[in-house]
T-cell receptor, first 111, second 113 residues
Framework: QKEVEQNSGPLSVPEGAIASLNCTYS??????FFWYRQYSGKSPELIMF????GDKEDGRFTAQLNKASQYVSLLIRDSQPSDSATYLC???????????FGAGTRLAVHP | GAGVSQTPSNKVTEKGKYVELRCDPI?????LYWYRQSLGQGPEFLIY????????DSGLPNDRFFAVRPEGSVSTLKIQRTERGDSAVYLC???????????FGEGSRLTVL
């Protein structure tokens, strides 16, 4: 079992719809959870982080965390073509001092 | 600019050669990470520095890989006797604290022929 699992996609949504990206992780000791966006040919950039169970909203983005289910999600409301990218889920376990990334989900928003 | 700087952006080498990749982190960032990313995959952890010391090098694939950060700022990733399987984008990231909020450089694309 991989430490951080994501559906590779592509996830295709129409412009204006809600995109839902999901991630599961294996280490119950994980403390912090991150979503990075990576445009094709570019490096990852941090868009959201969440530490506590529940929802965290930032503009059109909402991160959701359920530690009991070891599940993290990212919702993108009013999706735009500029949101088309690969979204990387990353999990930080303080005991290991490193951020572990999933393989990413490719999102395609079509006009 | 004030971002993470990596050089070279592209490196093509022959199998068996030695390669050095350089990373200049954001000023003041004490934590520095090296990752490797292959096509269609997420970044794979290689090594983490806190200051000058390697706090975690568990991701280095074998003893052909080595990294240094002698003055707690610039870091160099060194790969000896390169193999075709080493071809990937090598990403460097820095952080004010080792807590997952990483700022990545644009990467060094290594191609081993």
């Amino acid at each position: 079992q991989k430490e951080v699992e994501q559906n590779s996609g592509p996830l295709s949504v129409p412009e204006g719809a809600i995109a839902s990206l999901n991630c599961t992780y294996s280490d119950r000791g994980s403390q912090s959870f991150f979503w990075y966006r990576q445009y094709s040919g570019k490096s990852p950039e941090l868009i959201m982080f969440i530490y506590s169970n529940g929802d965290k909203e930032d503009g059109r983005f909402t991160a959701q965390l359920n530690k009991a289910s070891q599940y993290v999600s990212l919702l993108i409301r009013d999706s735009q073509p500029s949101d088309s990218a690969t979204y990387l889920c990353a999990v930080y376990s303080g005991g290991y001092n490193k951020l572990i990334f999933g393989a990413g989900t490719r999102l395609a928003v079509h006009p | 600019g004030a971002g993470v700087s990596q050089t070279p952006s592209n490196k093509v080498t022959e199998k068996g050669k030695y390669v050095e990749l350089r990373c200049d982190p954001i000023s003041g960032h004490t934590a520095l990470y090296w990752y490797r990313q292959s096509l269609g995959q997420g970044p794979e952890f290689l090594i983490y520095f806190q200051g000058t010391g390697a706090a975690d090098d568990s991701g280095l694939p074998n003893d052909r890989f080595f990294a240094v950060r002698p003055e707690g700022s610039v870091s160099t990733l060194k790969i000896q006797r390169t193999e075709r399987g080493d071809s990937a984008v090598y990403l460097c990231a820095s952080s004010l604290k080792s807590a997952g909020e990483l700022f990545f450089g644009e990467g060094s694309r290594l191609t081993v022929l």
